[in-house]
């Protein structure tokens, strides 16, 4: 996104424009610390499990698949608001119930994807004690000691998942909204952990991790994009775009994720490719969920 803005300006300003709204992009790699050699133990684990990945996206592509849609669903600023206090609540009650709840900073991005998660997760069914799984990128630009300039222009991303202990039966709660709240708390503190441990500990182990999962066979649900990348703000000279897609997401089954481009882009998109079934059920838990009829 970092280069699609970039060039937008550049076809929009021209080249050597001052009013250009992107800082030039930083190349120099030598800003990213690597005292663990994380370089070199990527290299041989991505060709270790190369074999692996190519096998199953031989069996990925024989399979024959559901005819699959496409839908964006809106969560806007009002939605999101009601969202958090009812989380806010559920968390109180469950103290007063002899509950322990530590503060959790539940940000925007934190209740879409705990929302969307629920939704997912009773429209396939995995309401039984079997472990679930989600999976975000993680921006370590900011979050590296010393930080990392908002315009260096290279991968700096991370992997954050959260899965430990979490049941299917758990998220799916239809009760007093205690699916929203444990699928909140299961995301929040997965970044809560990234802040406070440092985004970098145990990033030795992320590709063995998502492996594994993989491997497994157990539901995981991934993010592709995020509300802060203003994707909406990307303009050639053409104006605004009109809508936005991602469109891997109908390959990797992960939801993406993009600011509104109404509500002043206080609402988060979120995009999903299901099968039809599905699709409609999650619709029909979106809809009830926030009391649209």
Known sequence: MQFMKHWASVCRLGPESESMNSPSPIYDRDLI??????????????????????????????????????????????NIVELRQRVAAARIVQVEDGGRRSPLHISSFVLTCAYMWACLTKARGHVGDGTIHFGFAVDCRARMSPPIPAAYFGNCIGFGVCSAG????????????????????????????????????????????????????????????????????????????????VISIEESGAMSLAESREDGGRGIEVGLALPESEMERVTYLFKEGLGIH
């Open 33 to 78: 610390p690597d005292p663990t050699g994380l370089k070199a133990i990527f290299s041989d684990q991505i060709s270790m499990q190369e074999k692996t990945w190519k096998e199953m996206a031989l069996k990925l592509e024989a399979q024959e698949k559901e005819h699959m849609v496409r839908a964006t669903f809106v969560l806007s600023r009002a």
């Open 166 to 245: 979490v049941r299917g039966s758990e998220i799916a709660s239809v009760k007093d909204d205690e699916g929203l709240v444990a699928a909140c708390e299961v995301i929040g503190r997965a970044i809560q952990r990234l802040d406070d441990d440092g985004v970098l500990n145990g990033a030795d182990q992320w590709f063995s991790r998502f492996c594994s999962i993989v491997a497994s066979g157990d539901p995981l649900l991934s993010v592709a994009g995020s509300p802060r990348l203003q994707v909406h703000d990307v303009d050639f000279g053409f104006g605004r775009p009109r809508k936005v897609e």
